[in-house]
């Protein structure tokens, strides 16, 4: 029969001997298509178009979850400042432009990390202290090249401490180095011996090392003009590529790459780095609003508050800035100043926070002690109540008043007077400063004391007040530049210029607990000393702290590894700027 098994086992004996091979060849493939019907033909390219399309997904699916994003080199960063160029030279810089630049071109032995919010090395590898705390061995890092791939090693940090030491390159830095010694013992070992013991010696190393073999041949008398403070050799995350300057010569941006060099933290993902300079904080404001820059900083100003839309639209960070603001009380100016009662009364009678806050918003902070990072807050520090500062101004009025004598006259004599205090309060010509001002007196008006608003110019507040502490009360802002120590604001012998003890502040105790701490490297019994200083200066009130600025940052969203928390000076922002990056890569 037909389907008979020895009939279908035949036909496979026949089929075997006209085609050897068991599986159908190309040939036969490229005939499948003609003998398939439409609708078939309809599944076969469904089902093949399912099965390329599985592929291609798992495909994207194992690349991605086996493989992940890491920063890549690659885009430019437009950083914004307000202010002019003229010298990258860390050993000359003083102006706040200067200082930003020079701390992207050089790197320093130590420096302020804004993330930890402390001292850290930065060519130093480790730094080692004499059991008498005078001595400091610093070892340095290898392998570390300038830009011009010239080996860095300790000739030049003896090269760059002994032109900072020497009066005839005129540095500001000097007097922070005023009677160290310095001495090369190897090619990367530096011996720094101190007078006394010193435990913020790193915050005071944070100025930029330059190359010696770069400088070492210019004299003091040419140094300041050489050639080489505008066109820079360092060690830093970014090489000096080039300025450009408008038809009056003036610096209006300068140009920086990423160091390919760099070993000290990191590979620089940012590739080039471009620094505009504009006249005035409302240009800056400006270009970030047009976005013609991605980032700049700024302090509050009152007077030019800055658009919440801006914060909306970039990345902002409002960082602890070691710059505040106070009312220093001089006694000497002023005789009802020497009464504590007439002091806490002033106190007192401040609404510190609604000021604050009607000011600036949320970039200030309330503080009632100088002696930041070590005392956070201090109790038995009220202010904004002015009842209760009435009741203490009538109380010592009432105290003070003159005993009325006996007489044999019949006739009754006038009761006798109440003192009655008068103020005048210094402040600067700033618009921002003097909105200050004006609330201040207001409130000590109200108090019963007239305070009378005294301006001086910006520019000679310094030099014709601070410098001859000429004021009764002076509303000023002291920034400690990250030192920490706080020997040259309250110490006795800092009462006169250059010392800026403005409060007059003297107290032998005070004077001690200043000595011991600033040599002492126990951070627990440093801070001790520091919390017992705080309550000695809050006893005698010879200032008012108002609050501490806060730096804002602003940068555009597509930079990514930015970590910042606290700030020792503007620069730091850059501390970990080798570190930021725009784009993007897939690694296994």
């Known amino acids: 029969e037909k389907d008979s098994p020895d009939h279908v086992s035949l036909a496979r004996n026949l089929v075997s001997s006209l085609q050897k091979k068991s599986f159908p060849s190309r040939r036969h493939f490229a005939y499948l298509m003609h003998m398939l019907s439409p609708r078939e033909l309809l599944v076969v390219r469904s089902l093949a178009l399912v099965m390329l399309t599985s592929l291609v997904v798992l495909n994207v699916y194992l690349y991605q979850t086996s493989t992940h994003m890491v920063p890549s080199q690659g885009g430019t960063l437009r950083e914004g400042m307000v202010g002019n160029a003229h010298s990258f030279n860390p050993i000359l810089a003083t102006e706040k432009v200067d200082l930003e630049i020079s701390s992207l071109i050089f790197s320093s032995l130590f420096k302020y990390d804004p993330v930890q919010e402390t001292f850290v090395p930065d060519l130093v590898d480790h730094m080692e202290v004499s059991s008498d705390e005078k001595t400091y061995t610093l070892t340095l890092r290898k392998n570390i090249t300038w830009h011009d791939a010239e080996p860095f090693d300790a000739d030049d940090v003896l090269f760059t401490l002994e032109i900072a030491m020497d009066p005839a390159y005129k540095s500001p830095l000097g007097a922070s180095l005023k009677g160290m010694k310095v001495k090369k013992q190897d090619q990367y070992t530096i011996i720094l011996t101190l007078e006394t013991p010193y435990a913020f010696l790193p915050s005071v190393l944070t100025f930029g090392i330059i190359p010696a073999h770069v400088f070492q041949q210019i004299n003091p008398a040419a140094?300041?003009?050489?050639?080489?403070?505008?066109?820079?050799?360092?060690?830093?995350?970014?090489?000096?590529?080039?300025?450009?300057?408008?038809?009056?010569?003036?610096?209006?941006?300068?140009?920086?790459?990423?160091?390919?060099?760099?070993?000290?933290?990191?590979?620089?993902?940012?590739?080039?780095?471009?620094?505009?300079?504009?006249?005035?904080?409302?240009?800056?404001?400006?270009?970030?609003?047009?976005?013609?820059?991605?980032?700049?900083?700024?302090?509050?100003?009152?007077?030019?508050?800055?658009?919440?839309?801006?914060?909306?639209?970039?990345?902002?960070?409002?960082?602890?800035?070691?710059?505040?603001t106070g009312l220093f009380l001089n006694e000497q100016k002023n005789q009802w100043l020497r009464y504590k009662e007439v002091r806490q009364a002033l106190l007192l009678a401040l609404p510190k926070q609604s000021m604050a806050q009607e000011l600036y918003g949320s970039d200030v902070e309330i503080i009632d002690t100088p002696l930041l990072p070590f005392v956070k807050t201090l109790q038995g520090l009220p202010n904004g109540n002015i009842l209760e500062a009435k009741k203490i101004l009538q109380a010592w009025q009432e105290g003070m008043k003159p005993k009325p004598t006996k007489t044999k006259a019949k006739k009754s004599t006038p009761p006798p007077l109440a003192p009655s205090p008068s103020l005048t309060l210094t402040a600067s010509s700033n618009p921002g400063q003097i909105a200050i001002a004006e609330k201040i007196a207001a409130s000590w008006t109200a108090l019963g004391i007239p305070t009378t608003v005294k301006t001086v110019e910006s520019s000679k507040i310094k030099r014709e007040i601070v410098r001859t502490r000429d004021y009764e009360v002076l509303l000023f802002s002291l920034k400690t530049d990250g030192t920490q120590d706080p020997y040259i604001f309250w110490h006795s012998s800092q009462r006169e210029w250059p010392g800026l003890n403005l409060g007059l502040f003297s107290d032998t105790e005070a004077d001690t607990l200043m000595t011991q701490a600033r040599a002492t490297y126990n951070e627990t019994a440093q801070k001790e000393k520091y919390q017992a200083l705080a309550t000695i200066i809050n006893k005698q009130i010879p200032a008012i702290m108002l609050w501490r600025s806060h730096y804002l940052y602003l940068i555009a969203p597509s930079f990514s590894g930015v970590t910042l928390k606290g700030l020792s000076a503007t620069q730091d922002r850059f501390a970990h700027i080798a570190e930021w990056y725009t784009k993007e890569k897939r690694s296994w």
């Open 223 to 324: 140094f300041p003009l050489s050639e080489a403070n505008l066109n820079p050799v360092g060690t830093g995350p970014f090489a000096f590529e080039r300025i450009r300057k408008d038809t009056q010569g003036a610096i209006r941006s300068i140009e920086l790459k990423g160091n390919t060099r760099f070993l000290l933290t990191a590979p620089v993902y940012i590739e080039n780095l471009i620094i505009k300079l504009f006249p005035t904080r409302a240009e800056l404001v400006a270009a970030l609003q047009e976005k013609s820059i991605d980032a700049a900083g700024m302090l509050p100003d009152a007077d030019e508050p800055l658009p919440l839309a801006l914060r909306e639209h970039f990345h902002a960070f409002s960082l602890a800035f070691p710059q505040y």
